[in-house]
């Protein structure tokens, strides 16, 4: 009865989601594709912890923005087995215009547009739901399939993606309306959450 489970334990493949260390802005901005650097010691408060606890040997991917490169160096810095893999598909969702405003400044009938068409509308030029799902979803595909029974894979990215993953891991690949967005399905700054990925 012990041995199936153990099995089940070795051969899984998992994902693991970690969220970057506070960003160096002030609070109700937008900062989606916006290149903010992170706070330096929580980053490598985050670092120290996720280096203890990663497999050995596992594959490190990074957004390419400089809040997640940093945290990603750090770990790196402490786990020399571990080789970063730069991927722009892991950044956060790019709002455009809206980059560096307040939310508060956006005004309610920008922000009505994106939910009343959430799918496809692109907040401030930027990009839409659709398109960063099926971005994330092409990143997700990819590691998916490179990773082999019983190895790990890490990705230093952002809350929007997390969130995103999550959906894909479990089947949602379009969200059709804001009210299917999740809002409390990511880990808070320099945290993790593990996925197990299903063939």
């Not at 606890?53 to 402490?78: D, I, M, N, W």
Request: charged fraction near 15%; include cysteine.
């Amino acid at each position: 009865m012990t041995m199936q489970p153990r099995l089940a334990q070795h051969t899984a493949r998992t994902l693991w989601l970690v969220r970057h260390a506070p960003p160096l802005i002030p609070p109700g901005m937008c900062y989606g594709a916006l290149d903010v650097a992170a706070d330096p010691d929580a980053t490598q408060a985050a670092a120290a912890s996720l280096a203890a606890a990663l497999p050995q040997h596992a594959a490190l991917y990074s957004s390419t923005l400089q809040r997640c490169e940093q945290l990603a160096k750090a770990v790196q810095g402490l786990r020399p087995d571990l080789i970063i893999k730069n991927d722009d598909r892991l950044c956060e969702m790019d709002f455009g215009t809206w980059e560096g405003r307040p939310w508060d400044a956006i005004g309610p009938a920008a922000l009505a547009a994106w939910t009343d068409d959430f799918a496809h509308h692109a907040p401030g030029g930027g990009e839409s739901v659709s398109t960063f799902m099926q971005r994330v979803a092409a990143a997700f595909d990819e590691t998916r399939a490179a990773l082999a029974p019983g190895c790990a894979a890490a990705w230093i990215t952002h809350a929007g993606v997390i969130r995103a993953a999550n959906l894909i891991a479990n089947g949602v690949r379009r969200v059709a309306s804001a009210a299917d967005w999740p809002t409390d399905s990511s880990p808070g700054f320099g945290a993790v959450r593990v996925l197990t990925l299903a063939d």
